[in-house]
């Protein structure tokens, strides 16, 4: 089941696929973000990212790492994740937040 607050932040916020009621449903981003960073830490993150001075927010030698850190452990990715297959779709809204840390 998915944390309220997390899910706040990473799904409502960021992620396309989002969809109200399905909380038994989450990405390997949304694991990722949730086990590694807190409440704290994930809203900081954001603020910063939303500052002027803060760099690019295009990270796109990012993309191999958040494969290998994240994608590779992700249920959607045996099962159909369409950024992945033919970049039909934009990934994941935790893949979004990931991609800034790497920034």
């Known amino acids: 089941m998915k ?26 981003t949304y694991s990722f973000l949730k086990n590694n960073l807190t409440l704290r830490e994930l809203r900081s993150v954001l ?22 850190l994240v994608c590779e452990k992700c249920d959607f990715l045996i099962d159909g994740c369409d950024f992945r ?7 994941c809204g935790g893949y979004h937040i990931i991609e800034m840390l790497l920034s």
């Open 3 to 28: 944390d309220k607050a997390y899910t706040g932040i990473i799904c409502k916020k960021f992620c396309s696929f989002y969809k109200e009621g399905k909380e038994d449903l989450y990405c390997g």
């Open 47 to 68: 603020e910063l990212s939303e500052k002027p001075d803060c760099p690019s927010k295009s990270a796109p030698n990012t993309d191999e790492e958040i494969r290998s």
């Open 85 to 91: 297959e033919d970049s039909s779709h934009p990934p």
